[in-house]
């Protein structure tokens, strides 16, 4: 399992790592780098939990609460 900011989006990180590997499939509305209103840029979804040769059945992205300027991404895997 790898989980982290890849500054890319999900079907460029898999792509990038190869055969074998998964990105969760994050819910669609709740961004990972959020972007507060009349910040610079749009919010986005480059934080990502990807496994080798396994699946994720559930993910999401919790409120960070301002701790970061990314809100964190968890994943159950099988």
Same mark, same amino acid.
């Given at each position: 399992?790898?989980?982290?900011?890849?500054?890319?989006?999900?079907?460029?990180?898999?792509?990038?790592?190869?055969?074998?590997?998964?990105?969760?499939?994050?819910?669609?509305?709740? +961004?990972?780098?959020?972007?507060?209103?009349?910040?610079?840029?749009?919010?986005?979804?480059?934080?990502?939990?990807?496994? +080798?040769?396994?699946?994720?059945?559930?993910?999401?992205?919790?409120?960070?609460?301002?701790?970061?300027?990314?809100?964190?991404?968890?994943?159950?895997?099988?």
């Amino acid at each position: 399992m790898i989980a982290g900011d890849f500054n890319a989006d999900r079907p460029a990180v898999t792509r990038a790592l190869g055969d074998g590997f998964a990105a969760a499939v994050l819910p669609r509305g709740r +961004y990972t780098r959020p972007r507060p209103d009349g910040g610079v840029g749009k919010s986005q979804n480059i934080d990502h939990v990807l496994v +080798y040769m396994a699946s994720a059945s559930e993910s999401g992205v919790e409120d960070g609460r301002g701790l970061s300027d990314h809100n964190p991404v968890w994943a159950k895997l099988e």
